[in-house]
């Protein structure tokens, strides 16, 4: 670690000067954007961005060898949880590498031997997404470039010896891709960051990192993270920022996200980032970020088969994304060697398999002034099955109602917990949890959301009333609303009840992937669309179905 910084003194203190000179610039399109948040914030967000809609994240470096985290934690927090006296993760590596095996070991066996840019991207592609955003550097703060700034802890030194981001780069951008990155901007372990004086690890480390990636690798969007420790003044982003806007070889097609700084985040930049998380921002863009994997984003050889996403899920987070004005990157965790597990490359294949038939509704669409709506079927009517798996809210259940969650308490039976929720209108689903759910003994849950799925997401019983939900987008090229419905009903019709035909014009409704479908509308009801009699081997697709309306208000 004392070789990583030998030299970067000279050469950082030089591109500090030089930032600031170019900061006098102005930018092509005639706006001088100064090192303040108030004139960041007004820089249009360059339009490519909110049309793509979809990408993927890749969780990639050191952490991939040992590939191991408690279930509920992140992977690729490895090193991290290993330093802590007495942790799962300690207590794995004693025994699975030895109490001497130091963390840096790991970089020599992270080979990528069986890494296939060109295999990669293009699995990247068939599954709709628009642009990637690998991790440059994770908080470990080994490298996936030659950087300068970390002698013998990069790509190109020690693993693979290659260039791993420019390879990636260049592949994504030769297959029609938007190509970002991720970079961290503390490091948990660097002498400097950890010295009497971290802002010296600011000035010779990270800024300096920070131009090269930009001057070298013009990323599309730059994914800052690790920002959390300190405000933006500490990290020097708003100057960072400044340049990058007035006169970087990037200022009119960048992106950038909101971790700057611990007083930027949800606050300030180009896009909010919510994770693993329900929040959506109706008036800033913003980006959901999520593992298929559901508690990682590095690749974690302990998650079961159930602890993934299952394709209805992460269509659901897409669809719900797309619907509130947000986009959705999706998180891939390849193995030390460069592969991309199965199971994640069959999610991906199976969201571009729906893409290809409703990408119409999802690509270069906008938020309707309804985003999302609830039709219950039949409120007394349930559907209720019984597994004994994991719960969805991870380790420990809230004692009390959330924003999606309502806690009814303690019940002895099933039943008991059913009438809660049937007995309040806001409920569409409850979990009841048994006596043998030890800290969860007998809670009852009620989900005023629409997230429920039998096979991963329930506790002891579950039940939930029959209904669907509506996911609004628009789309002004097609001049057309989409309503997509997360279930299909067994009544011969779908309701739709914000819409209403506009006087005076031809009115149609398109079953996407089927064809015309025909319709009526009622003022008290809305617009009732008649489902065609298909066999389930017919269906243009296996979930989410849209329909697309033209000439509706």
């Not at 329930?458 to 039940?463: A, E, I, L, P, R």
């Not at 609004?472 to 009544?491: L, R, W």
Request: aromatic share 16%.
């Amino acid at each position: 670690y004392q070789r990583r910084v030998r030299g970067s003194m000279q050469v950082s203190t030089l591109l500090l000067v030089l930032a600031v000179f170019v900061l006098s610039f102005t930018g092509t399109n005639g706006t001088q954007y100064n090192a303040t948040w108030e004139s960041l914030d007004s820089r249009p967000l360059p339009s490519w961005y909110d049309q793509v809609k979809f990408g993927i994240f890749i969780h990639w470096g050191v952490f991939s060898v040992p590939s191991w985290g408690v279930v509920g934690d992140y992977a690729e927090w490895y090193w991290y949880q290993l330093e802590i006296n007495g942790s799962q993760t300690q207590k794995f590596h004693q025994e699975a590498y030895g109490a001497d095996f130091p963390y840096q070991q790991f970089a020599s066996s992270f080979t990528a031997e069986m890494w296939d840019p060109e295999q990669w991207v293009d699995i990247i592609k068939r599954s709709g997404a628009q642009y990637v955003v690998p991790t440059s550097k994770h908080h470990e703060g080994y490298t996936l470039w030659p950087s300068a700034q970390s002698w013998n802890w990069n790509a190109k030194d020690i693993g693979p010896k290659r260039d791993l981001l420019k390879e990636l780069m260049t592949e994504v951008r030769k297959q029609g891709l938007h190509a970002g990155l991720y970079f961290s901007l503390y490091e948990w372990f660097h002498p400097l960051y950890r010295s009497s004086n971290p802002q010296d690890y600011v000035t010779e480390i990270m800024i300096p990192q920070l131009y090269d990636l930009v001057n070298n690798y013009q990323p599309d969007l730059i994914w800052a993270d690790g920002d959390w420790d300190h405000e933006s003044d500490f990290w020097q982003t708003k100057e960072f920022l400044a340049w990058l806007y007035n006169s970087s070889p990037v200022k009119d097609t960048v992106v950038v996200n909101d971790r700057w700084g611990s007083d930027s985040d949800n606050q300030h930049g180009g896009f909010f980032t919510p994770e693993y998380s329900s929040t959506v921002y109706l008036n800033h863009k913003w980006e959901e970020n999520s593992g298929i994997d559901v508690h990682s984003y590095g690749y974690n050889r302990n998650t079961p088969a159930e602890s993934y996403y299952t394709t209805y899920q992460l269509l659901s987070l897409l669809i719900r994304s797309v619907a509130f004005g947000g986009n959705l990157l999706l998180n891939i965790g390849p193995t030390w060697d460069g592969r991309i597990p199965n199971i994640m490359q069959e999610r991906l294949l199976q969201i571009g398999s729906w893409l290809g038939v409703n990408g119409e509704a999802i690509y270069n669409s906008t938020k309707w002034r309804v985003q999302q709506e609830t039709y219950i079927l039949s409120p007394t009517a349930f559907t209720v099955t019984k597994q004994n798996t994991n719960n969805l809210w991870g380790d420990v259940l809230p004692a009390q109602s959330t924003e999606t969650v309502i806690y009814y308490g303690k019940t002895t039976s099933s039943q008991n917990c059913q009438q809660f929720c049937f007995q309040d209108p806001t409920c569409l689903s409850y979990t009841w949890h048994s006596s043998d759910q030890n800290e969860y003994a007998l809670m009852c849950y009620g989900r005023n959301d629409t997230h429920w799925e039998p096979i991963y997401d329930v506790g002891h019983v579950s039940g939930r009333k029959d209904h669907y939900t509506i996911s609004y987008t628009t789309n002004a090229s097609t001049k057309a609303i989409y309503g997509i419905i997360d279930f299909f009903p067994t009544e011969s019709y779908v309701l739709f009840p914000s819409l209403v035909p506009k006087s005076g014009s031809t009115s149609t409704v398109e079953f996407i992937g089927y064809g015309p479908v025909s319709w009526t509308y009622d003022a008290s009801t809305g617009v009732t669309v008649k489902l065609p009699y298909i066999s389930p081997m017919e269906l243009p697709c296996l979930w989410a179905w849209t329909f697309k309306f033209v000439n509706f208000n």
